[in-house]
């Protein structure tokens, strides 16, 4: 979304809707990972959505025929106030994927966000001092988050920063810390740094730098 920003800023607007739209389209998919499903196409990502998560009541139906509402690139004379809904759009569906993840994870019990994500007990180093985040890395604390949500959290959370912008994610031990900077990695981001949190390698930190697609 920060280039869809940028673009319209520069007054192009028919290009600026093409990243909303794919910012829309990005959300979607990493949505369809809680269902197991790695669309090839996107009509086929749109076609799984809203059979598999809108159709089931899992985003509001204002977001059916979603493929169609956000639309590609808009028309050669796309106006201002066209481009700046299509943002403003794919804001919000991004926003409303993000919710989606959460009240997943509660009624799965598969995480233990509502509780933990960010309010759990604060990782020490050996000297038992409390770990700090990476100075200019907004910290992202996912323990206790299992695969696949912990990804699906970290891939909308990236998606509503800015390319060249730094998280730090927190992950637990196994599954988690081998999963997630590899899907990140897939997804084209950097991954800056990979280390314990902890002397006893409970939990990891892993340090992303936004790369926009």
């Given at each position: 979304?920060?280039?869809?920003?940028?673009?319209?800023?520069?007054?192009?607007?028919?290009?600026?809707?093409?990243?909303?739209?794919?910012?829309?389209?990005?959300?979607?998919?990493?949505?369809?990972?809680?269902?197991?499903?790695?669309?090839?196409?996107?009509?086929?990502t749109f076609s799984e959505?809203?059979?598999?998560?809108?159709?089931?009541?899992?985003?509001?139906?204002?977001?059916?025929?979603?493929?169609?509402?956000?639309?590609?690139?808009?028309?050669?004379?796309?106006?201002?106030?066209?481009?700046?809904?299509?943002?403003?759009?794919?804001?919000?569906?991004?926003?409303?994927?993000?919710?989606?993840?959460?009240?997943?994870?509660?009624?799965?019990?598969?995480?233990?966000?509502?509780?933990?994500?960010?309010?759990?007990?604060?990782?020490?180093?050996?000297?038992?001092?409390?770990?700090?985040?990476?100075?200019?890395?907004?910290?992202?604390?996912?323990?206790?988050?299992?695969?696949?949500?912990?990804?699906?959290?970290?891939?909308?959370?990236?998606?509503m920063m800015d390319a060249?912008?730094?998280?730090?994610?927190?992950?637990?031990?196994?599954?988690?810390i081998k999963n997630v900077?590899?899907?990140?990695?897939?997804?084209?981001?950097?991954?800056?740094?990979?280390?314990?949190?902890?002397?006893?390698?409970?939990?990891?930190?892993?340090?992303?730098?936004?790369?926009?697609?």
């Amino acid at each position: 979304l920060y280039q869809a920003r940028l673009l319209a800023e520069k007054h192009q607007y028919s290009v600026s809707v093409n990243k909303s739209y794919r910012a829309v389209l990005a959300a979607a998919k990493a949505l369809l990972v809680t269902e197991g499903i790695d669309p090839a196409t996107d009509a086929e990502t749109f076609s799984e959505f809203e059979r598999r998560l809108t159709e089931k009541g899992f985003v509001p139906a204002s977001y059916h025929n979603l493929g169609a509402q956000i639309g590609d690139l808009g028309p050669k004379d796309t106006s201002p106030e066209f481009a700046h809904a299509k943002i403003g759009f794919a804001r919000g569906f991004v926003e409303v994927c993000k919710a989606a993840t959460e009240q997943m994870g509660k009624d799965l019990k598969l995480s233990q966000a509502g509780k933990t994500e960010g309010a759990g007990k604060l990782p020490v180093t050996a000297a038992g001092a409390p770990v700090s985040g990476t100075a200019g890395a907004a910290v992202f604390d996912l323990r206790g988050v299992m695969c696949p949500l912990n990804y699906v959290k970290t891939k909308l959370k990236l998606e509503m920063m800015d390319a060249g912008e730094r998280l730090e994610v927190w992950l637990d031990a196994g599954d988690p810390i081998k999963n997630v900077p590899m899907s990140l990695r897939n997804d084209g981001h950097k991954i800056l740094a990979e280390e314990p949190l902890e002397p006893d390698a409970r939990h990891f930190k892993v340090l992303v730098e936004k790369v926009e697609g």
